[in-house]
């Protein structure tokens, strides 16, 4: 039988003392990681009327109140027209833009599922993308559905934003 020419004592073969580097070694790796990953992204000075863009510091600030409007069918024109009297009798800047966009489409809940009514919903958004207006060209848009109006209806939902200068930063 062979025998090691060293011999390896328990005491010699207890690592846990290591634990502690290896913890400090991981945590500096995941810390050079993050630093790494951390991107400092440039004032967005884009798209701001001039007073905005000749401040310190811009911001967007959203509007509490949403326009809802059910719509049977699509009508490019009736919708801008809703979104710009939404803007007037709101007294919003004539900046503003539509940031948020959520599409509710309706469903039978006797013959339909709900997948119908996002697919209605769905159709409704690309004909919004595909019209000239470039009304909802920044929002983000949901999909829902609903059972609470009529099949052949769709419900919107619109979330408006303006761009704001301030002179000084805060």
Known sequence: ???SQNPVTEEESDVTFLAGWMYADLFLAMMVVFLATVTFIPEYIGNLDQSASNSAYNYQEIYKKPLAVVYEGFDADQIKRDVLAFI???RL???????Y?????AY?????TPADAISRAQIFSQKLDQSNDGLAKNASTTLSSTTSIAVNRVAVKFT????????NNP
């Open 108 to 112: 039978d809940l006797k013959s339909e």
């Open 88 to 90: 007037k009798s709101e």
């Open 1 to 3: 039988m062979f025998k």
């Open 160 to 167: 408006f934003a303006t761009n704001v200068g301030v002179k």
């Open 93 to 99: 800047s004539p900046d503003s833009e539509i940031i």
């Open 101 to 105: 966009a959520q599409i509710i489409g």
